[in-house]
């Protein structure tokens, strides 16, 4: 039989009543102090505003982003051909878009699945130039390099890390010195982040601005190629050329057309006003004192012309500017070259602030146009650790060292390593050669050893041909460098 609880009646206690004498103390330790005063210094608005508050772009932030995006798009019209300006306008519109604030996951995911699709689209065009692959380039360094979908391009690492981390890094900088494009997208991006005042995804106002940018150039770009503005004529002209002639063209008219105002201007407004100024100025010797003499000074401030002069000044200065641009076209055929040439030398332009980059760019049309390669060589120091990485690696193919020859072969290959970080390259053959070794790290693989060395070797192209898209598609950008530059990947450095 089952033993049967027996019933308690339990009685309830009172709350405890506070005793009067119990105090709470504030003790304002090192921490608390400096928090106090740090708080203090900062403007009330900023102290008493809420987080949501403070993670609110200004007018003038969202100005700010919407000009440097404004600013990226213009240039990369300039530089890239008209099927890659295409890909990067989809690009930034869907990558901008998917790293800004969105509040559910299912719509994170839409926007992630729409960048992925448009850098895909990217690594299915044909690089017309070096900024195109440039461009393509940087991508490979942003997936590579695990950084946020809209970057910027920055590897984390201290200079005793792995060799991938140095040779992308020296990758980053090499890029942002040789692309304007590369260059403005590190500065948009950086200043995006550091506006939101977040590290997951920009806020709604600074992320709109570069999407909305993005979208408005998409609906221009879709305008122009209906109406065949892209279409171009090029009988006589190299395929591989079409970009670099659209880009001419353009620029062409450009300078054509402000060197046509700036001539109108001196012509209506100039010449004119310094007819009246000489008549009035020739009362007086060429060195008057006209502070001694304020009639004098008033007389001739009645027909002097300073601000006609100033907007003068601006309009020469747009003039030189379209025609430096123009220089540093790469001339898409020999006429386009003889048209460099005979304006550089009628003008006399080597006063201009660029004139050593475009004789460099002059030569390199002539050196393409004469089949002897792309550029100048100035980039002697990165050409001879290249090699020397190269012969090392061939010359200890399938040999067992010696505990002292590996010592110093590994000691070799360190120093050409930090040879190809510290060298920054001014050639196309120069970031070829850093691309190479920094893509034998980044694969890890034992066919890509050879990208380094003979890559029409069948291990290699089998190795190629079975990796993963990036891998393909980072590689694809050093073959299409090469082409451009009129570089043989399986000689150089041989």
């Not at 306008?89 to 800004?100: K, P, Q, V």
């Not at 403005?184 to 709109?208: H, M, Q, Y």
């Not at 993005?214 to 279409?231: H, M, P, T, W, Y």
């Not at 090469?482 to 570089?487: K, P, Q, S, T």
């Amino acid at each position: 039989m089952a033993t049967q609880l027996k019933h308690f009646d339990f009685t309830s206690t009172s709350a405890l009543t506070p005793r009067p004498n119990i105090r709470v103390a504030f003790i304002a330790g090192e921490a608390a102090t400096a928090v106090h005063d740090t708080m203090a210094k900062l403007p009330a608005a900023t102290r008493d505003a809420t987080l949501d508050e403070l993670a609110t772009a200004t007018a003038a932030d969202v100005e700010l982003i919407q000009s440097m995006t404004c600013s990226l798009i213009e240039t990369a019209r300039e530089l890239l051909s008209p099927r890659m300006y295409t890909a990067f306008l989809r690009w930034g519109e869907t990558a901008s878009h998917s790293s800004s604030f969105y509040e559910s996951d299912e719509e994170g995911a839409v926007r992630c699945k729409a960048s992925e699709d448009a850098l895909r689209a990217v690594g299915l065009i044909q690089a017309e130039n070096a900024h195109d692959m440039m461009f393509r380039a940087l991508l490979a360094g942003i997936e590579a390099g695990d950084c946020s979908g809209f970057g910027p391009f920055e590897i984390e690492g201290s200079e005793n890390g792995f060799p991938l981390e140095a040779l992308t890094k020296a990758l980053s900088a090499d890029l942002s010195s040789l692309s304007p494009v590369a260059d403005l997208f590190e500065a948009l991006s950086k200043r995006a982040w550091a506006l939101s005042n977040a590290t997951s995804s920009f806020s709604l106002p600074i992320g709109t601005a570069i999407t909305s940018a993005f979208s408005f150039a998409r609906g221009e770009d879709s305008i122009e190629r209906n109406l065949g503005i892209a279409v171009v004529n090029m009988d006589g002209y190299n395929p591989f050329m079409r970009g670099p002639l659209i880009q001419w063209q353009r620029a062409y008219d450009r300078f054509v057309d402000a060197q046509a105002e700036a001539d109108r201007y001196h012509a209506d407004v100039i010449t004119p006003a310094h007819a009246r100024f000489m008549p009035v100025r020739e009362k007086w010797p060429a060195n008057y004192d006209f502070s001694s003499d304020s009639a004098a000074s008033l007389e001739l401030d009645t027909v002097d012309y300073p601000d006609e002069e100033e907007r003068y000044d601006e309009l020469c200065a747009a003039a030189y500017e379209a025609k430096e641009r123009l220089y540093l076209i790469p001339a898409p055929g020999a006429g386009e070259l003889a048209i460099k040439l005979k304006l550089f030398s009628k003008d006399g332009d080597r006063h201009l602030c660029r004139a050593d980059e475009i004789l460099q760019q002059i030569t390199c049309d002539a050196r393409r146009f004469g089949r002897h390669g792309a550029f100048l060589q100035t980039d002697t120091a990165v050409l001879d650790a290249y090699q020397t990485r190269r012969c090392e690696f061939e010359a200890t193919v399938g040999v067992d060292l010696s505990a002292a020859q590996e010592t110093t072969h590994f000691s070799r290959i360190d120093a050409a390593d930090m040879a190809l970080l510290s060298g920054r390259a001014s050639t196309i053959e120069g970031v070829i050669a850093k691309l190479r070794v920094a893509f034998l790290h980044q694969t890890g693989e034992a066919w890509s050893d050879l990208a380094i060395s003979n890559i029409t070797n069948p291990v290699f192209s089998d190795g190629l041909r079975l990796s993963d898209m990036y891998t393909r598609m980072a590689w694809g950008a050093i073959e299409d460098l090469a082409r451009i530059g009129g570089v043989n990947l399986a000689e150089q450095g041989a």
